[in-house]
């Protein structure tokens, strides 16, 4: 028995001992719990994100702030008869991240005033900054909901199956779902291990081919 075949033997072991020791329910919820809080944030995000907006000060917090702050450090640019290029570059110089200077700019536009009902340049600033504020306030507060509920769920089945009659059936279907895990463990392990060498055997004929493609124009 060589190294590959401890290896394949090996994860789904390790595996099967991890599903019995956390029981059916924490495997399953390990294993299904990143897909269902991304359906779920999805879901309930943009409730969420319209009632902070809706029904906290924070959106109307955020936006005076900014536009206080923009009008302090650049009052003449916030004319909307200003040039077009001078409000892009004082939004590159924002510190912010690339991709969110990007997108001020890339909705720099008249359809992006009258989306946030802007007139000036500093309303339409102040105001997407608000929107990108509130939306990443939302999609914290979202997680945490998400998670709290989750926990509180997966304590609830682990207690269900914990007890004497459950609690077989749950380390069973661990070791089930231990397996699965493991199989595909190793399945994407071999998977990426094929492809480095599919790589690594196509640079090297590639070498190999052009090197003897030289020796001949040499010996020519």
Known sequence: MNWLCVVILAIPVLYI??????G?????????????????????????TEFLK???????????????????ALKEQLDQKIKKEEQNAYIQNLPLPESLTDFLVEHNTTE?????????FGEYLSRSIAQIAIAAVSLIFT????????NFLGGILDGIFSLPVL????RAGGAVLGIVQ????VWILFFDYY????RFLGAKCSHDVSGKFSDKMAIR
């Open 167 to 170: 609690s077989l059936l749950n």
């Open 195 to 198: 492809i480095i060498l599919g």
């Open 54 to 72: 809706e029904k906290t000060p924070i959106y109307e917090t955020v936006q005076k702030q900014c536009e206080e702050s923009i009008s302090g």
């Open 112 to 120: 992006g005033y009258n989306q946030l009902l802007a007139d000036t």
């Open 17 to 22: 001992f991890k599903g019995i020791q956390r």
């Open 143 to 150: 997680s945490i909901l998400i998670s709290i509920a989750l």
């Open 24 to 48: 059916m329910v924490r495997t399953a919820f390990s294993v299904f719990s990143v897909v269902l809080a991304l359906v779920l944030g999805f879901i309930l995000n943009p409730y969420i």
């Open 182 to 185: 493991g199989v595909f463990v």
